[in-house]
């Protein structure tokens, strides 16, 4: 059985730091790309940076330059360094991972969801 695990939210004043963490467990094949989403009080759900196995990377607009994704696939794990907050990054952050369910990638991967961390940064 699947299960992601967020760590690391809290509450930081405007310019400061968080790093999140996203621990999956309960995996056999790997993992393909794990991401980051987030959603803000009365807004959709966004996809705010992504990392493939491989290490290729891509950010939100929003946060290019401020926050970085980086995995441990000896781990599983995946991390969200958020640096120069501003309190419109304020939102509960989601781990998504897309886990291979075989071992040649000759069949798409299922979709898991953490339960989320919340991250408020004040003004």
């Known amino acids: 059985q699947v299960q992601l695990v967020e760590s690391g939210g809290g509450l930081v004043q405007a310019g400061g730091s968080l790093k999140l963490s996203c621990a999956a467990s309960g995996i056999i094949f790997g993992i393909n790309t794990m991401s980051w989403y987030r959603q803000a009080p009365g807004k959709q759900r966004e996809l705010v940076a992504a990392c493939t196995s491989s290490g290729s990377t891509n950010y939100a607009d929003s946060v290019k330059g401020r926050f970085t994704i980086s995995r441990d696939n000896a781990k599983d794990t995946v991390y969200l360094q958020m640096n120069s907050l501003k309190p419109e990054d304020t939102a509960v952050y989601y781990c998504?991972?897309?886990?291979?369910?075989?071992?040649?990638?000759?069949?798409?991967?299922?979709?898991?969801w953490g339960k989320g961390t919340l991250v408020t940064v004040s003004s």
């Open positions: 998504y991972a897309d886990v291979a369910i075989d071992q040649f990638g000759e069949v798409d991967g299922v979709d898991y």
